[in-house]
């Protein structure tokens, strides 16, 4: 895997700086927590994604966008995981512009992605557990469009999408990829509830009864939506993947740090060679994932072969990393890591949805199983 | 057609008609790799042509300059040799401590006549060399070492150092010529009180005694030295300063080990053992997330140290994890061969290859310095974690 360009550590240090100052948790999470905000974000923020070119990473550059690609949102996602920025970054300028690119919805929506006033929500799961394919939910055609009656959860950023790109059947029947079709959803057809996640963003569970669409909101074709549908989720699970290595980063962080400052029986507990070694061994296990998501995303922007398993490879690495990066934070924080007013819990919770976004560690292990043929 | 381009269609030109069939068969047991030396036998024609031929080319060392029996090529051109390699796998034409450690230290450390009386001779496999850092009592604290080199005056002319006590768990000391060795030349300070020297094993006064491991195989010896006589300018670096000499060969020798068994498979390991019982499968699954993930970090590394990007601590990182997934993968054998895999001696188990191996794995976390140590290493270089 060839070194990240001179161009791409421009971007890394721009996203890093400019989500250190305006999108740490002090600022953005906590604030929009503590005030009940509904969206679970900023919109000036997201604007600000915009000002910066971010919200058009994946948009092509004669759309206006920076036409570029995994890697260089992976680049940006890690940061936003080590920050637990709160924004519809993942769900709009990654999963949402990838399911619709090269569709009529294109030109719809890029403009308001683009400038940072759109927000784009996939709705995919329908029970607790991740599973596309077994998607039930029916979209009937009636007239001169479609007639949608199901239920979705876990649609992330649901609740204030302008879009909610949703998956139902138009044809065959559950456990097939044929017969699936990508709708975008405007406000106010679905039912919405809202829904607070662990670590204090918001999602949605949608119900769509007898619910009326126009033949428009179909991206791409009717019952072919297996295609945009993987687009999206090959874009958003990679994308995770670099996220959780940077939740899982910020948290090692911290507590590399506290173990340098925390004193107990008249010693730096960083001393103490059973924590050193748990946290050298993270230090490795970090290095490893980011590898992982960097290796999965440039395998999809070369359109490799083998993306689609070390997308799976970096989602299961990064969540199974990030997971025994918060657990060890917390534990190593001792007592103050117990606390609302500590940063290490944030992460813990943050790490917890990743983890399940997309589909799980399980998920994903079973699906390296699967396209390894065993 | 960029030049790259160019040199890949060559290079696999090259390789189709150059590489015989027998060499790309895949590596059953260590009969089937050439160690080169003096004393050398191959195992058929097609290994000794295999190894001809590469050496010409200066293929055994790609990357290392024409002068020295290298190709001087680029690290892009060396990684798109070792990937057409890969594609028809393709043996390595010499297994060598001479390429992977003594060859880089030298290359930093040596001097232009070491570099040009030794640095051939490792390209071209006609010499086999030991490396004599451990000894009894010393383990892990490396730097504890005893065996001293005295400077003496020689009554025949010339000056030569004279070399007493004894190393161990020296990998093939039995059948090399040629060891680089860590000697106390002074006792003042324990880490600047050492140097590295080279001497030829068959010098009156050194000798070797082969240790049976759990394995059953032997590939580790005692070596004794008894007023071994060394020319003085055997000495690899300045006198007094060999640790610097082996904490850069260390890394190297971390970066083979951590690489050792992992990566040999084009596939899956899951898509070679097919378990059917799915809690194995389950567990193969998450193996091969891990290993797949660590073979991405190895891609990487080798950018990041090519492009001189990676921290000088990290080989110890790659070499803990890489040698402790390596023995999850066997353990993960064992498993599925069920009873098979523990024939030891019978006409089906091919000299117990499946336990064997299994066993040897055992050692990748002990050699080169234990997992614990590297864990030491990480922690005080990389974290930068007190008192470590």
Known sequence: ?374 | MTDLDTFRSETRAWLETNCPPEMREPVQSEKDMCWGGRNWTFQSDAQRVWLERMVERGWTVPHWPRDYGGAGLSPAEAKVLKEEMARIGARSPLSSFGISMLGPALLKFGSDEQKKRFLPEIARGEIRWCQGYSEPGAGSDLAGLQTKAEAVSGEEGGDHWLVNGQKVWTSYADKADWIFCLVRTSSESKHSGISFLLFDMTTPGVSTKPILLISGNSPFCETFFDDVRVPKDQVVGEVNRGWDVAKYLLGHEREMIAGMGLGATDGTLGSILRPDDPFLRAEVAAFDVDALAFAAMSERFFEMFKAGEAHPASPSMMKYAGTELNKRRHELVMAAGGSDALEWDSERSSEGKAARDWLRTKANSIEGGTSEIQLNIVAKHILGLPGA
């Not at chain 1, 966008?65 to 080590?82: M, W």
């Not at chain 1, 294109?106 to 784009?120: H, K, N």
């Not at chain 1, 994932?289 to 299961?316: C, F, N, T």
Request: proline share 2%; net charge negative.
């Open chain 1, 1 to 374: 895997m060839p070194l990240l360009t001179d161009d791409q550590k421009m971007l890394q240090e721009t996203a890093e700086s400019f989500l250190a100052e305006e999108g740490g948790p002090a600022k953005q999470l906590r604030h929009w927590r503590d005030t009940g905000c509904t969206d679970g974000y900023g919109t000036d923020l997201w604007k600000q994604f915009g000002e910066l070119g971010l919200t058009g990473i994946c948009i092509p550059e004669d759309q206006g966008g920076l036409g570029l690609g995994a890697v260089e949102a992976a680049l940006v996602l890690e940061e936003i995981g080590r920050n637990l920025t709160s924004s519809p970054f993942l769900t709009t300028a990654v999963v949402g512009a990838r399911a619709i690119e090269g569709t009529a919805h294109a030109e719809r929506w890029y403009p308001g992605i683009l400038s940072g006033d759109a927000v784009l929500a996939l709705a995919v799961d329908e029970s607790s557990r991740h599973a596309p394919e077994k998607t039930a939910m029916t979209a009937e055609r009636r007239g001169n469009g479609f007639v949608l009656n199901g239920a979705k959860q876990f649609v992330v950023h649901g609740n204030s999408a302008d879009a909610v790109l949703t998956v139902a059947r138009t044809a065959g029947s559950p456990g097939e990829t044929q017969g699936l079709t990508l709708f975008a959803v405007p406000k106010g057809i679905a039912n919405v509830e809202s829904v607070t996640l662990a670590d204090s963003s918001k999602a949605a569970r949608l119900r769509f009864d007898n619910a009326e669409l126009d033949a428009d909101a179909v991206v791409g074709e009717v019952d072919g939506g297996w295609a945009p549908l993987s687009r999206a989720l090959g874009a958003g699970r990679a994308g995770v993947a670099a996220e959780l290595v940077g939740v899982a980063a910020g948290a090692t962080a911290m507590t590399v740090d506290y173990l340098k400052q925390r004193k107990q029986f008249g010693k730096l507990i960083g001393e103490f060679q059973a924590l050193q070694h748990r946290a050298a061994h993270l230090y490795g296990e970090i290095e490893i994932a980011r590898a992982a998501a960097l290796k999965a995303a440039e395998l999809m922007d070369s359109g490799d072969d083998k993306a689609d398993l070390m997308v799976a490879v970096a989602k299961a690495k990064a969540a199974a990393v990030s997971k025994l990066a918060v657990q060890e934070g917390v534990q190593m924080h001792g007592g103050i890591g117990m606390t609302d007013e500590h940063d290490i819990g944030l992460y813990m919770k943050r790490e917890a949805v990743l983890g399940e976004l997309f589909g799980d560690v399980y998920f994903h292990r079973n699906r390296v199983a699967e396209l390894s043929g065993y």
